[in-house]
């Protein structure tokens, strides 16, 4: 197969699948709420499957560099789709609980640890060997795609709950995982003769600064992200127009957001990225703000069309940082790095979210998340300014240092040759 055919190959697979998970979202917390009574329960499998995300830089070490290949993907995608399909099963047999939510949400996040970042390493080394700069080209599709099945998912899963085909939902679901896992079978493994090495996600960023700058201000936009979803959805509730003002400003974010995955490519490589990711989350966060001082749905979806185009821009400026210095086991171990940042950003905000906007407002949690989110990126970007220039102040009297140490050479070499 060649290497064209192998990034469709993982891109129809990982779109396919992503855009199930986004379908079948709608159907899971009504299936698991009819079957259990119980609330707390709708987000157990959600919950549960970010624990072995965020642990995997401890535990998914070796594990990561395993997946290296097609047929290795597509054994994870088999455990994942076990995974999914424990539930649906359960309720053919009547036999759902929450222990096995728990169960099936751990095994779900083990193979969400090792997929993720594994498909995104396979997809950018095909593009190494399609030509330069595909590596970045086929990230940047994958982001698009996946953020297509954002704006689409939900509007199918809804019409597929209100036909009555809910636990069916949870069954397309596992098929199109484990589907996406035979897909990328004929994926070749780009591994050296050597015995393959297992750098840390804390060594890989060790000579990549820019990386982790990428991270702070990316992770920083996870965090806050609770503002923008919850925040809108608490307006809705409290102004008598439930789901208004959210589903304005996530169609403005879906349209943004696909709009930027067109312009993206062109724009990133005309920018240096570590100044487009800090400008991007920068207008992120005057978005969020201007939403919570001028809360009106046009002004909403206005505001987030353009934080989806700044946020792709962004994401694509850091695959950049990432494909073009590493490869191998450390472009597998930075890939992982970065779903651990965006899970966890995304967690962390998700559990103080709804204290904070119980106590501050949800106007204002807005205003502040959009300005603390800027605030880092401004941050982050002077302190790499600094960084840079002092590294090129080091290089110039390294260098003076240098030449006169040789002029001096030059002069003593001179005085000793004899005259006449």
């Not at 990428?214 to 608490?234: D, K, P, Q, Y």
């Not at 909403?300 to 191998?328: E, F, K, N, Q, Y």
């Amino acid at each position: 197969m060649s290497a064209r055919r192998e990034a469709f190959a993982l891109l129809a697979g990982g779109s396919a699948a992503d855009l199930a998970f986004r379908i079948a979202q709608v159907a899971l917390p009504l299936v698991i709420l009819h079957e259990t009574g119980s609330v707390a329960a709708t987000g157990l499998v959600g919950g549960a499957s970010g624990i072995p995300v965020l642990l995997s830089p401890w535990w998914a070490r070796k594990a990561r560099q395993w997946v290296d290949s097609g047929p290795r993907l597509a054994v994870v995608a088999g455990v994942q789709a076990l995974a999914l399909a424990l539930v649906p099963a359960a309720v053919e047999l009547g036999l759902l609980t929450v222990e096995l939510l728990a169960v099936s949400g751990l095994l779900l996040g083990c193979g969400e640890a090792l997929a993720t970042p594994g498909r995104s390493a396979l997809l950018a080394d095909t593009g190494d060997r399609w030509g330069e700069g595909k590596a970045v080209v086929l990230l940047t599709w994958q982001d698009g795609l996946r953020r297509i099945g954002m704006m689409v998912g939900p509007v199918v899963g809804a019409f597929a709950v209100a036909t009555g085909f809910t636990n069916g939902l949870l069954w397309v679901e596992a098929v199109s995982v484990l589907s996406a896992g035979l897909l990328a079978v004929g994926v070749k493994a780009d591994r050296p003769p050597e015995r393959i090495s297992t750098p840390s996600i804390r060594a890989s960023l060790r000579q990549r600064p820019e990386v982790l700058y990428g991270w702070i201000m990316r992770g920083t936009g996870c965090v806050t992200w609770f503002a923008f979803t919850l925040g809108l959805s608490v307006i809705g509730a409290q102004r008598g127009e439930p789901g208004v003002y959210l589903a304005a400003g996530m169609t403005g974010y879906g349209v943004g957001s696909v709009i930027g995955t067109a312009i993206s490519l062109a724009v990133v490589r005309r920018s240096p990225p570590v100044l487009l990711v800090g400008l991007a989350w920068a207008v992120m966060g005057l978005c969020w703000a201007a939403m919570g001082l001028w809360t009106h749905p046009p002004l909403i979806a206005l505001m987030g069309a353009l934080a989806g185009v700044s946020v792709v821009l962004g994401i694509a400026a850091i695959s950049v940082l990432i494909t073009r210095t590493s490869s191998g086991p450390e472009r597998r171990a930075l890939l992982s790095g970065q779903t651990v940042v965006v899970n966890a950003g995304s967690s962390a905000g998700l559990l103080a979210g709804g204290p904070i906007i119980a106590t501050a407002g949800a106007e204002t949690t807005l205003v502040g998340a959009g300005l603390l989110t800027t605030a880092v990126a401004l941050a982050v970007l002077m302190n790499a300014h600094r960084s840079r220039r002092q590294a090129a102040d080091l290089r110039d009297r390294v260098g003076h240092r240098v030449r006169m140490t040789r002029m001096m050479r030059r002069r003593s070499q001179t005085r000793r040759v004899p005259s006449g």
